[in-house]
Each structure stands twice: as C-alpha cells, then as structure tokens.
C-alpha cells in the first residue's frame, strides 16, 4: 500500500539548469509534507517541507509545491549544482503517521 | 552536540541468528522511530516509541521483530532468527517532540544488516 509514491527512480540534469522532482500521495488526510535528501552510506537529512495551508515554500535554491486537489508535490532545484547528486525522498505526514516515497535519485552532470 | 548515533553500522548475521541493532537519540529527543529500506525501495515505518512505551508499532512484522526504548540507554531493535529477506539498511531518526506531525525527523546513519 504505497501511499506516497515517487514514479521516476532516477534524473539526471545539466549543471545550471533546473531539477524538478516529483511526488504524488493518496491519502487526503496528510497536511505535512517533507522532503529528504541522502548521500550514499548516510542516514537522510532534512531539507524543505510545506504545511498543506500553503501551495509553495521556498529556501534559496530550493522550492516545493504543492497542489492539493491533485495530490501532488514537487521540489524545483534551481540552479542544479554538482553537489546536489543524491537520492531525494518526499514524505508526508498526518498526525502520527509519516511515509516515504521510495526515492528519486539526481545526479547533476557538470 | 552529536546527532542520533546508530550502531553497529554493520552486522553479518547467519540465518536463524539474532541482531540487534541500537539508536541514540540527539540529546533531548524523547521520541524515536525505526524505519527499513529494502534495495530500490523507499523507507518503510516500523515502530515509533517514546521512553518507555510503543506508540506505534503498525509497521514491525507481527513476528520476530520487538523494539524498545528504556528508561536509560537507547533504543534497541531486535530481530530474532533472522532471515535472508531481513537484510536490509534500518534508519533510526528521533526527535524532541512528535515530529512526524509537524516536521522534521533527524537520521542517523543507518546499521546496515545482510544475512548470509
């Protein structure tokens, strides 16, 4: 029962130009969602995340939306940089209850 | 100020045998969660727990797996006569209230479990 799913396993972008990683969710009753990067051989880490009162959150080169009525997020990268090469996680959450997607893996080629 | 520390980061087990995999959580964080990655698949819950109690445990097989977080010390996750379709990496992440409904979680590293 993959409540949040993350349909690309992989993207790969030029360096400078934009990274758009894409989420979907099935259950109505998440109002939090989260977005982890990881490195290989480390645990994941925080990133950016969005209240579901809001549509966008931004922080620096990173942006995530969120449109409710098509259950669906996504985290823009702008510029991509070398060193955003890793696997991305979306989550969301309701109350006590958080899942993951399986992962997108970015690699952003020089 | 060190962060949730996993250990060991990894364990060789033979099937049938017993692992055990601790967390620490970040100083302060009273609230700990057990997630599994299996290969090419996300992260999948297992158990949330507080000190001393199992808040959620929806996700832990019904069989085999137990998780505990005392008083004192850290928080252990014990799968008993393991099986090959146990190996996988286990994340724990904590945080100083319930994270999970208002944001983020902090990982650690992982312990990473094959069985032979």
């Known amino acids: 029962d993959q409540q949040v799913k993350q349909n690309s396993p992989s993207l790969s972008v030029q360096e400078g130009r934009i990274s758009i990683l894409n989420c979907d969710y099935t259950n109505s009753m998440f109002d939090y969602f989260l977005w982890y990067k990881k490195y290989p051989a480390e645990g994941p880490t925080f990133l950016i995340s969005?209240?579901?009162?809001?549509d966008k959150n931004e922080d620096g080169r990173f942006t995530v939306f969120l449109n409710k009525s098509a259950k669906h997020l996504s985290l823009h990268i702008v510029p991509s940089q070398p060193g955003d090469s890793a696997v991305y996680f979306c989550?969301?959450?309701?109350?006590?209850?958080?899942?993951f997607g399986a992962g997108t893996r970015l690699t952003v080629k020089p | 100020n060190a962060g949730v520390m996993q250990n060991p980061r990894h364990l060789v087990r033979r099937r049938g045998q017993e692992a055990r995999l601790r967390c620490s959580p970040m100083?302060?964080?009273?609230?700990v969660y057990w997630y599994r990655q299996l290969p090419e698949e996300g992260l999948k819950f297992m158990v949330y727990?507080?000190?001393?109690?199992?808040?959620?445990e929806s996700g832990m097989p019904k069989e085999r797996f137990s998780a505990e977080f005392p008083k004192e010390g850290p928080s252990i996750l014990r799968i008993q006569q393991v099986v090959r379709g146990d190996s996988a990496a286990y994340f724990c992440?904590?945080?100083?209230?319930?994270?999970?409904?208002?944001?983020?979680?902090?990982f650690g590293e992982g312990s990473r479990l094959t069985v032979l």
């Open positions: 989550a969301a959450s309701a109350k006590d209850d958080m899942r």
């Open positions: 969005i209240s579901s009162i809001k």
């Open positions: 100083k302060g964080h009273s609230h």
């Open positions: 992440a904590s945080s100083p209230r319930s994270g999970r409904d208002t944001g983020e979680l902090f």
């Open positions: 727990l507080q000190k001393e109690n199992i808040i959620d």
